[in-house]
């Protein structure tokens, strides 16, 4: 039991890689609160209190300010803690450069950067105060390298690596850690759409000759959100099967 005892925010629980993180982190004795806009998000906390474990899920935007903070303080007037925010959540967008929109752009903005800079400022007054919290971001390989068709997308998660090493040096002295996960190509519903030549030309390009499964990147998480990472901060920890390197 790992996360015995702890609060854990994921938000974009609902599926892919934030439901990975949100069974794992319930089966190591966490309670989850799941913030999603599918309403399926029930669903995988209903599976998880099925398997005896403790999760709730809510539907609200990262990008709703007001929501999230009127979420958080619910969450810690309940448990009088919050104790690890794994900002999950994140979309794309892609398009080349000069085809990209300002709606696309804008959108990917919005959720991947701006959601987690709302959902990291509500979250830290309760961490300072308990002088304990694990804040961990998805970043992307695509944030270290770039990626054909992804402008916006490679800028927010290139973004979110900067935002952790900031709430590092600002909040590392109240016992507060801020950490990066940077997945390579994993099997969920945002690749799903990539079509099977393309998908087969992707394998062929990652050392390891295959893309993750959510539970791969999901045990990064568990890693930099447990007490074992006490003195890991300010780091982004690529899970790409040997792509970035
Ligand atoms: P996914 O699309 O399967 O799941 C993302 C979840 O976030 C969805 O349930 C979605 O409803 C939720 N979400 C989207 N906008 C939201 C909002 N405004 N408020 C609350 N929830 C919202 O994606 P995934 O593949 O599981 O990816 C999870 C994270 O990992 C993302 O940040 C993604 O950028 C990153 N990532 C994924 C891959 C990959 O190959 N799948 C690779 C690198 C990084």
Redesign the pocket.
């Given at each position: 039991m790992r996360l015995k005892d702890k609060i854990a925010i994921v938000?974009?629980g609902?599926?892919?890689?934030?439901e990975a993180i949100a069974a794992l982190f319930a089966q190591e004795g966490a309670t989850v609160i799941i913030?999603?806009?599918?309403e399926q998000g029930a669903e995988v906390a209903k599976r998880i209190v099925a398997k005896g474990g403790r999760a709730s899920y809510h539907n609200?935007?990262?990008?709703d300010k007001q929501g999230i903070e009127t979420l958080f303080a619910a969450v810690h007037k309940k448990y009088g803690k919050i104790d690890i925010l794994i900002n999950?959540?994140?979309?794309?967008k892609d398009r080349t450069l000069e085809k990209m929109s300002m709606e696309e752009w804008d959108a990917v903005v919005e959720?991947?950067l701006k959601?987690v800079f709302i959902c990291t400022q509500a979250v830290a007054p309760y961490m300072k105060a308990k002088r304990y919290g694990r804040i961990v971001s998805?970043?992307?390989?695509?944030g270290l390298r770039g990626n054909f068709g992804q402008t916006n997308?490679a800028a927010t998660?290139a973004g979110v690596i900067a935002m952790s090493k900031t709430w590092t040096m600002e909040l590392g002295k109240y016992g507060i850690t801020a950490n990066a996960v940077?997945?390579?190509?994993?099997l969920?519903?945002?690749?799903a759409q990539i079509p099977e030549p393309h998908m087969e030309a992707i394998k062929a390009s990652i050392p390891l000759k295959k893309v993750a499964r959510?539970m791969d990147i999901a045990y990064g998480y568990l890693y930099l959100a447990s007490d074992e990472a006490q003195f890991v901060s300010g780091i982004c920890l690529t899970i790409d099967g040997g792509m970035s390197r």
């Open positions: 938000t974009g609902a599926r892919g890689i934030g913030i999603d806009l599918l609200v935007s990262v990008t999950n959540a994140g979309i794309t959720v991947n959601g998805a970043a992307s390989n695509v997308y998660k940077a997945p390579g190509f994993t969920t519903d945002m690749v959510p």
